[in-house]
């Protein structure tokens, strides 16, 4: 019998390639973390999305059927943080915080934080800063997922918080009033918003969206998922990762198409979920040569903070 193991380098009966850190991700439903060759199932049952490690790599935040929860490292521990229907979360650089997307009191998109330590801890507003100090609006119940995996994607709601704690980058935001779709970087301090990626609406003539930020560990750049249907067949653009430098505006693609689902190991080399062997796995990227290689089965990847 042909073992995981031995898929991930073609027949050769040899362990997987290790990343440098452990790195937790999604299969079927249930969450796993590999460290090389190692494996290990944390959940059963499915239901589960977008895990993310905390800062000290103690514990994964996790979306179970679309509502935020906290568990140990090693899958004991589960807590439920909030009922209300939740996006992809993300954790402050003081573990202190989780961030979330949810829907607003204007109606569209917004982001939410919730205390990861106090006892019955109750989500407040960060985005739209005009929604703060306004009552939460009432939010549906997480629906089942449906469509292709572009129709899936281009709705998600996960956001990212900036390492230096100061910003946090989500799906559209203030920029919704005038583009189709778009990405945001919210300044926590101030409510204020600036625009990085846009689509539709205004003067622009294309189709698409940005989703799914992932900060570099040094906050100079910012990588999503984007999509796009440009004005002429030569100007679209598949799934794929955009990485942004936040300083210049300049962007550019990282791996292949329909790689998605960005995360950061260091400066030189990310994670992605792409297409291999008709299914999806997740890669290490070499981001100075966009060598890519496969690692596991799986989606959602988020490594481990060294």
């Given at each position: ?95 202190r915080w989780l961030a979330f997307g949810s829907v607003s009191c204007t109606g569209g998109p917004g982001v ?195």
């Amino acid at each position: 019998m042909i073992t995981t193991t031995a898929l991930l380098v073609g027949l050769a009966l040899t362990p997987p390639p290790a990343a440098p850190s452990p790195v937790a991700y999604v299969r079927s439903g249930d969450v796993y973390v590999s460290n090389g060759p190692v494996e290990k199932r944390l959940t059963t049952g499915g239901g589960y999305a977008r895990p993310r490690w905390s800062p000290d790599g103690k514990s994964l935040a996790v979306l179970k059927g679309g509502q935020l929860w906290t568990m140990k490292a090693d899958g004991t521990g589960r807590r439920r943080l909030s009922t209300r229907p939740a996006g992809g979360p993300s954790w402050s650089p003081d573990g202190r915080w989780l961030a979330f997307g949810s829907v607003s009191c204007t109606g569209g998109p917004g982001v939410y934080r919730i205390s990861v330590t106090a006892a019955a801890a109750q989500p407040e507003v960060l985005f739209p800063r005009d929604c703060r100090g306004e009552d939460l609006p009432d939010a549906d119940a997480p629906q089942p997922e449906t469509g292709t995996l572009t129709d899936r994607l281009r709705a998600d709601d996960a956001v990212a918080w900036s390492p230096d704690g100061k910003q946090l980058a989500f799906r559209n935001g203030e920029c919704d009033a005038i583009y189709d779709a778009c990405m945001s970087i919210g300044t926590i301090s101030t409510g204020a918003e600036r625009t990085i990626a846009a689509y539709g609406g205004g003067s622009l003539q294309n189709r698409g969206f940005a989703v799914l930020p992932a900060w570099r560990p040094d906050g100079a750049r910012l990588a999503f998922t984007a999509y796009q249907e440009g004005e002429t067949p030569a100007q679209n653009e598949p799934l794929h990762v955009t990485e942004i430098d936040l300083k210049t505006g300049k962007k550019r693609t990282v791996g292949a198409p329909m790689d998605r689902e960005p995360s950061y190991l260091d400066a030189t080399h990310a994670l992605v979920t792409g297409q291999y062997r008709g299914s999806s796995w997740i890669f290490s990227v070499d981001l100075a040569t966009g060598v890519r290689t496969p690692l596991r089965p799986g989606s959602q990847p988020s490594a481990r903070p060294r």
